[in-house]
Each structure stands twice: as C-alpha cells, then as structure tokens.
C-alpha cells in the first residue's frame, strides 16, 4: 500500500509539471528566424492607412466613382507615399536573418515566377 501512494506522488508532480510547463511556455520568447523591430510606430500606422486608401481608391474606381485621369494621379501618388515610408522603415529597420536562407527564399520566389510566367504565356 504504501508503494502505491508513493507512485501516485510522483505520477501526480509529473503530471503537475507538465502542465505547468503547458501553461507557462507561451509566454516566454523564444529567438525567431527574424527579428524585425521598428524604432518609428508612426511609420507603420502610415503606411497600413495608405494601402487601405489606396484599396479605397481602386474599388472607387472600379464602381466608375472616380474618372481615369484622378485615379491615376492618385494612385501614383499614394505608391510614391508608401515606397517612400518603405525605404524609410528599410533604413530604420533591425533585420538578422540567415543570409543562406533568404538567398534560397529569394531564389524560390523567382523560380515560381518564372513558372508562373511561362504558364501565363501557355494560356494565351
């Protein structure tokens, strides 16, 4: 009897432990692949109401609420807003990333393209 008791005591702190340690792991950080840290909040803000803007702009346009010439100078304007925060938040961005990992991602991407593209003239 009295092995039985002590079994239990140790199943039960085992099975304590785990939960514990269920419950406590999300709130800890663990290192990312990426790590991307913007000093300028603003900058984000800006620029997610600039593309809503301009989603804005292009669903006005295809309702015929807004005439061809406006809504080419407006959305050259607005890309030329967001390429510039872009470039800004580049400048002032943190990036550590494996580089031999992002030069397969990249080479991935235009592989895809490639195919994409030569499927795209196929269906023509």
């Not at 092995?3 to 269920?22: P, R």
């Not at 301009?54 to 080419?72: A, C, G, R, V």
């Not at 494996?98 to 195919?115: T, Y």
Request: charged content about 30%; proline content about 3%; glycine content about 2%.
């Amino acid at each position: 009897m009295h092995d039985i008791t002590i079994v239990s005591i140790i199943f039960t702190a085992a099975l304590a432990l785990i939960c514990l340690f269920l419950i406590l792991t999300p709130f800890f950080k663990w290192q990312p692949l990426f790590s991307y840290k913007v000093n300028h909040p603003n900058l984000v803000s800006t620029k997610e109401s600039l593309l809503t803007t301009l989603n804005e702009l292009e669903f006005e346009f295809k309702m015929d609420k807004i005439s061809p010439t406006d809504y080419k100078i407006l959305k050259k304007q607005y890309e030329t807003e967001v390429a510039n925060i872009m470039k800004e938040e580049e400048q002032l961005t943190h990036v550590r990333a494996d580089k031999d990992l992002m030069a397969e991602v990249e080479r991935e991407i235009e592989e895809q393209m490639k195919m994409y593209k030569h499927k795209k003239g196929e269906g023509k």
